[in-house]
């Protein structure tokens, strides 16, 4: 008879996977870190290399298609050599892209050192919120998988920091540092930290109970979930291998097939979660606001400064989002979030559609740019506390135990196309008119909120095994 479970023995437990999901959630860190970066490089690149809005938006948005690739692949080789390898891989992989873009000599060699990069920040992305999943009781689940998003926020908050103190120390981001270098160079160059330490805490943790449960390993498993969970292990292992019952030992893209649209339902639902977090422009915010500001008015130093302030708020929002997950549910907040951002994008479509000039020449009235800077803080607020942590939280429990890292891997691959069409776009389209481009986003807003009502289905407090 399995003995009731103490409440300090609950809360040592909660305190394991807490500590065991922060550290996969590292690989959230990279993401965010590598996806900002890129924000406060953007007018050295362009002038150092003689770069036209349409090459920028190329060598920009690079790392997305990397990104795309290394999530089209992570599914696959974690499910066939264990989550943590694939964490400890793009550990690495990451560090080398970083010391590469460092040291590039030109937009193609920069473009392909971005790419590798993105590589390792696209199979990040796919295991990080498939682990902390597959690891976290059912009633807590939420909150650990929005470590995923607060990671990446924290990421972008970094990176802003850091790119902000080397610009202020040279004087911009196309000057030397005193000790050699370009600014930028070393903006770049400080990706290998956070790598770093995303490697040595991937070599530390265990491994997804579900996939040793699936790999045979089940002595491993149970020691794990004795570890992290607690309570009747017995149960919870039989509870995985019911659920794994006659899945093949390696998944394939063809066992996702479904009788509409060559997809099942439920990963059609994922891919268009994925391809809306995008298609509403947030990481137009994180990529581009350094130029956006000093294009309607504020110095180089005021236009960093804001965009620190935009990550913090992007922090704290975060937050707000991990207490509310596993209380108000995943739905209605994407509800909310939905229509908060069609409102906001609305409002700054309408304050640039008044912007005279275009490029980067564009000048907004005293009034205009206050009301831009106020709707593009809220904007973030409305995407923190809602699509940015509950997307990844549901592509990570939405799935059942035989496709989930396949599906995940599929969905994320195509949420970095999504990010790659925006972020490449955008420099083409704000030279159009910066109203047109936050309208087209409102309107993907609106469409969110009709996608959510009618196809998504809440999971709280469900376990992985009901999915």
């Known amino acids: 008879m399995t003995q009731p479970t103490s409440a300090s023995t609950q809360v040592a437990h909660r305190g394991q996977v807490l500590l065991v999901a922060a550290a996969a959630a590292l690989g959230g860190f990279l993401f965010g870190y590598d996806t900002a970066v890129i924000n406060g490089t953007v007018d050295a690149l362009k002038s150092d290399f003689n770069l036209s809005s349409g090459v920028l938006g190329f060598v920009v948005s690079s790392a997305l298609l990397g990104c795309a690739v290394g999530a089209w692949y992570a599914g696959p080789l974690a499910d066939r050599y264990g989550r943590l390898r694939v964490m400890i891989i793009a550990a690495i992989v990451f560090a080398i892209g970083s010391i590469g873009s460092a040291v590039a000599v030109g937009p193609i060699d920069l473009t392909a050192w971005r790419v590798l990069g993105g590589l390792a920040v696209g199979a990040a992305s796919v295991i990080a919120p498939a682990y ?69 805490f991937a070599l530390m943790i265990p491994e997804s109970p579900r996939y040793l449960i699936r790999r045979g390993r089940v002595d491993e498993a149970r020691k794990v979930l004795d570890r992290i969970v607690g309570g009747d292990t017995g149960r919870h292992i039989r509870e995985i291998q ?194 047109l481009a936050y309208l087209v986003y409102t309107v993907f807003a609106a469409l969110a909120f009709v996608f959510v009502l009618k196809a998504v289905r809440e999971t709280k407090g469900r376990t992985l095994e009901s999915m």
């Open 242 to 435: 019911d659920s794994l019952r006659g899945v093949k030992e390696k998944v394939e893209l063809s066992d996702l097939k479904g009788p509409r649209f060559g997809l099942l339902p439920i990963v059609w639902v994922g891919i268009l979660l994925s391809v809306f977090q995008q298609f509403v422009g947030i990481n137009v915010i994180f990529y581009y606001s350094t130029t956006l500001w000093q294009a309607v008015g504020f110095t180089e130093d005021d236009s960093f400064l804001i965009s620190v302030i935009t990550s913090i708020t992007n922090v704290v929002v975060t937050l707000v989002a991990i207490a509310l997950v596993d209380k108000v549910g995943r739905k209605p907040l994407l509800l909310i979030g939905a229509a908060g951002m069609a409102l906001t994008l609305g409002t700054m479509a309408l304050a640039f559609s008044t912007a005279t000039g275009s490029g980067d020449d564009v000048t907004l009235g005293p009034v205009w740019s206050k009301v831009a800077l106020v709707a593009a803080n809220l904007y973030v607020v409305a995407f923190g506390v809602s699509w940015g942590p509950v997307v990844w939280v549901l592509l990570g429990e939405m799935f059942n135990n035989k496709i989930r890292v396949t599906a995940l891997a599929v969905a994320a691959a195509a949420q970095w196309l999504a990010n790659w069409v925006i972020s490449s776009t955008f420099p083409a389209l704000s030279d159009l008119g910066l109203g």
């Open 132 to 200: 902390i999943a597959e690891i976290a009781p059912a009633e807590i689940r939420g909150r650990l998988g929005s470590l995923q998003q607060l990671a990446i926020v924290t990421g972008i908050f970094a990176s802003q920091i850091i790119n902000y103190a080397i610009a202020q120390h040279a004087g911009g981001a196309s000057n030397p540092v005193a000790w050699g270098g370009d600014a930028w160079r070393w903006m770049f160059a400080v990706e290998t930290i956070p790598a770093l330490v995303y490697l040595v």
